[in-house]
């Protein structure tokens, strides 16, 4: 068993100064494809302290309510997601593969796109994806997007909210 956790949520913008502890409720582990051996990520809800309800934040609690629920949970509910995001430059707002000045030639070569003149950041994309396999997600897919150094990843399906 994972013991709950605290943390001053005042510091994330999660709670007020005035009473600003917010409780970690584990829901889920998986293997650490970071530093291996007998390391796990945990994945947790978060809790106002005071009443142990979830925050406003958490938003795996009102989607657990929907797979909890008997007319879902009578079903083979099967559940996926994608999610798209941008890597950027060691400037922190140029993404990978535009020019330094400017912007790139028209969207049509990129998206799915192989080979490196046209697949900026494919290794750090393909790493995610072992790193993912490794930790035992259920992860489909990643394929890069429309746009120079924007990728996506797709996880599922999966039944329930696992």
Known sequence: DIPTW?????????????????FLQPV???RDPFRGGD????????LNAKTMKPIDTNKRAPAREVFEAKQVVDE??????????TLLTADNRTPLGWPTNGFPAPQGP??????TNVAYGRHIAEAHYRACLYAELDISGINAEVMPGQWEFQIGPSTGID
């Open 110 to 115: 990129y998206y799915c796109s192989v080979g």
């Open 39 to 46: 390391n796990i990520l945990c994945l947790c809800e978060t």
């Open 76 to 85: 083979e509910t099967w559940y996926g997601i994608e999610q798209e995001y």
């Open 6 to 22: 605290n943390y001053d949520g005042s510091s994330t913008g999660q709670a007020s100064g005035h009473y600003s502890e917010i």
């Open 28 to 30: 889920k582990f998986v």
